[in-house]
């Protein structure tokens, strides 16, 4: 397996349609219109980007696509919270730790490394204003609007990479 960034169409395409594999026998699970998510991700349409930074990941093995992660950096809220952490959001993967543990490691070093953040804090979708939040019960029944979606195995992912619960918002100090 080898995390890959996200730098062409193809990949973009991955990317988007990786949500349809995970959940694909799961009945609660309704799925983002591609064309929203296609311009959350795109820096000319999503007006996060006229001041966030963000890169997305995909974890593929072959041509099988396994995960994927946005880091992302809002200097603005760090500014107001006087906070120095990176974010994660759009995660997806299938139920392996060492997937997710790849991920969440791509997310935290590049963050360090480009960013100087020394914090990783999510799922947000680069902001506050977009989906955040992990769902951690009631996965018995059909999401709400509004109201965030996952795998029952997402909270143990999270958990098991070091990943602390907070108000069922992730976060973790990383080296």
Request: charged share 30%.
């Amino acid at each position: 397996m080898e995390i890959i960034e996200v730098k062409n169409e193809n990949d973009r395409k991955k990317f988007i349609e990786l949500p349809r594999k995970i959940y694909k026998n799961d009945p609660n699970w309704t799925a983002p219109f591609d064309f929203q998510t296609r311009e959350k991700l795109d820096p000319k349409r999503n007006p996060f980007f006229r001041h966030g930074w963000a890169k997305m990941f995909l974890a593929v093995e072959g041509s099988e696509v396994l995960g994927r992660i946005v880091a992302s950096d809002d200097p603005r809220f760090n500014e107001e919270n006087g906070s120095n952490m990176g974010m994660f959001g759009f995660f997806e993967a299938v139920d392996d730790q060492n997937v997710a543990d790849a991920l969440f490691d791509q997310a935290a070093r590049v963050l360090k490394a480009e960013r100087k953040r020394d914090l990783l804090f999510g799922p947000v979708e680069f902001s506050t204003n977009y989906e955040c939040a992990l769902l951690v019960e009631g996965f018995d029944s059909p999401a709400k609007v509004m109201m965030p979606y996952n795998p029952s195995y997402y909270p143990r992912l999270f958990d098991n990479w070091g990943l602390q619960k907070n108000r069922d918002v992730f976060s973790g100090w990383f080296d």
